[in-house]
Structures are given as structure tokens and as C-alpha cells.
């Protein structure tokens, strides 16, 4: 199952933000999925800087996911080299 990141998680104030919210929706999305399925999360990493990128990928894996894709491609930005 593919999981995109919502936009509405914004970093805030803190080293997490609203990572621990984004944490949690994801850990609620792999608490649904049964059967052994594959859990990937999409991150719009060219909206993102280096350090949020970190930080969404930390709450990825922090909730379970089994990876993490850097776009979806259809940012007019694209994915950051």
C-alpha cells in the first residue's frame, strides 16, 4: 500500500514539529493493513528542506513503513538531487 504524506503536517516549533502527529497517521494506516502488506510513504522531498526530509523519514520509520519514496513526480519541483 502506498501512503502519500499529508500536506497538512507542517513542521513547528522543536526538533519534531508535527512529526509525531504525521508518526501517528501512519501508525494508523499500518494498523489497518493486514496480511503482510507492504507499507511505502510518499514525501514531497522538493517541498521539504533537508532536515524535514530527515524528520519525515524518521516518522516513517518510526510508525512501521517499510520504505519511503521521495516523490510522487508530480510536483512541478520534482524530487531534489
Do not use: N, Y
Not at 2 to 17: L, M, S
Amino acid at each position: 500500500m502506498g501512503r502519500r504524506g499529508g500536506h497538512g503536517h507542517k513542521p513547528g516549533p522543536g526538533p519534531w514539529g508535527e512529526w509525531d502527529r504525521a508518526t501517528a497517521d501512519i501508525v494508523a494506516v499500518r494498523t489497518a493493513l493486514t496480511g503482510g502488506q507492504i507499507l511505502k510513504v510518499i514525501i514531497e522531498s522538493a517541498v521539504l528542506t533537508p532536515e524535514q526530509i530527515f524528520c519525515a523519514c524518521r516518522a516513517a520509520e518510526a510508525a512501521g513503513a517499510d520504505f519511503v519514496k521521495s516523490s510522487t513526480g508530480f510536483h512541478p519541483a520534482g524530487a531534489p538531487r
